[in-house]
């Protein structure tokens, strides 16, 4: 079998759906060798109207749409196609996008799910968006989870966590060593991610007894009111944000070490981060709403992303009763190893292709 990727997040977007790209590549190339795999780097005008033909011409029999979208002459190139849909925040949160940016979105991933043979959700939570949204028949979507990196399901012992990131302070990715005991909070800094509610939350602890805060993400206009609070509330030795952290054997390291994952997002399509910190055997707090039970399972609590209090509540839990957060981080990795298995995940994005070409 022949298919044909679109490729740009795969060779430039090195976050979310970059990683998503590179991952269901990689997956497919490691499992089915035989197979053809075209990944597809065009400028935007190619991209968007010439790309389909080029597929056809080049011999691909299925095309995917890695990024909620496919070319607009996908259908009449005659190449069959299936576009992953990773999540519908223009949709469910749209005070985060422009009024123009939320038009395009919705003609560019709405006329996608239309033309496409099936379209792909990253969660149950993405499938009703989908559904809900653009009124695609539940018969033309399926589930296949987001595959976490290989290298995520790999534990790494205490020494070597503690190398990695000595080594990644030495050379600059981190600003300076760790504090011993800290709370984590991994993803792009804004408005939809709760970065603001998570601080709020942690100023509620006693002085005395909080933890501070290591945020590894970045972020542009919610990032600098982010900062703004923390500067008027007197916050800075207990929130530090890292925005170089690069390699992903460094998160996985901080991850390992850390107290605990905050993560009470108002939306996600999946939520990546919340699997990655589990595979590591790190408790969990994240948002009772879209994907992210899904995500987390039986083994996180579950806090109302709105309600700063109930954040506050689920966070001093899981610090309070160390016992209590072990064994919940016990459940959460169990639940990623199986439900998460990215051969697993694999095998059934490649029964797809099948029954769709």
């Known amino acids: ?24 590549i990689k997956g497919l190339q490691a499992l089915y060798p035989d197979d053809d795999y075209l990944l597809y ?5 190619s991209r968007t109207f ?23 002459d996908i259908l009449k190139s005659g190449v069959r196609s299936i576009v992953t849909l990773h999540d519908t925040a223009w949709r469910t949160y749209p005070q985060m996008y422009h009024w123009i940016d939320r038009q395009i979105y919705d003609y560019k991933y709405g006329r996608s799910c239309h033309i496409a043979n ?37 534990p790494l012992s205490s020494d070597e966590a503690d190398r990695l ?14 504090p011993k005991d800290f709370i984590l909070n991994v993803g792009s800094i804004n408005s939809r991610k709760n970065l603001l509610g998570l601080v709020q939350a942690l100023e509620l602890i006693p002085a005395e007894q909080r933890p501070p805060l ?12 982010v900062m703004n609070y923390i500067a008027k509330h007197h916050l ?27 993560y009470p997002s108002h939306y996600e399509g999946f939520g990546l981060p919340v699997v990655e910190a589990a595979l590591q055997g790190c408790p969990i707090l994240t948002s009772n709403v879209s994907s992210l039970p899904e995500a987390a399972g039986p083994g996180a609590l579950l806090c109302d992303p709105a309600d700063i ?41 490649h029964e797809l292709y099948l029954k769709i070409c």
């Open 41 to 45: 780097d065009e400028k935007t005008f």
């Open 165 to 178: 990131i000595a080594d990644a302070v030495s050379s600059g990715m981190l600003s300076a060593a760790l």
């Open 214 to 225: 290591l945020v590894v993400g970045n972020g542009h206009e919610y990032k600098r009111d």
């Open 236 to 262: 800075e030795r207990y929130v530090r944000i890292e925005t170089g952290v690069s390699d992903n054997k460094v998160l996985q390291a901080l991850y390992s070490k850390a107290l605990l994952m905050a």
């Open 1 to 24: 079998m022949k298919i044909g990727f679109d490729a740009k997040r795969y060779y430039h977007n090195h976050t979310g759906i970059g990683n998503y790209s590179r991952a269901i």
């Open 309 to 349: 209090e109930s954040i506050h509540k689920y966070l001093t839990e899981l610090l309070d009763d160390s016992s209590m957060a072990q064994r919940l981080a016990e459940v959460a990795e169990e639940y990623a190893r199986c439900h998460f298995d990215p051969r697993t995940l694999t095998e059934q994005l």
């Open 50 to 72: 010439r790309l389909g033909r080029k597929a056809a011409r080049d011999g691909c029999e299925l095309f995917h749409g890695l990024s909620n979208e496919l070319p607009a």
């Open 118 to 154: 099936h379209v792909l959700a990253i969660s149950e939570s993405t499938k009703k968006d989908v559904m809900r949204f653009y009124d695609i028949p539940e018969v033309k979507i399926s589930v296949i989870y987001q595959p976490v990196q290989e290298l995520f399901y790999k």
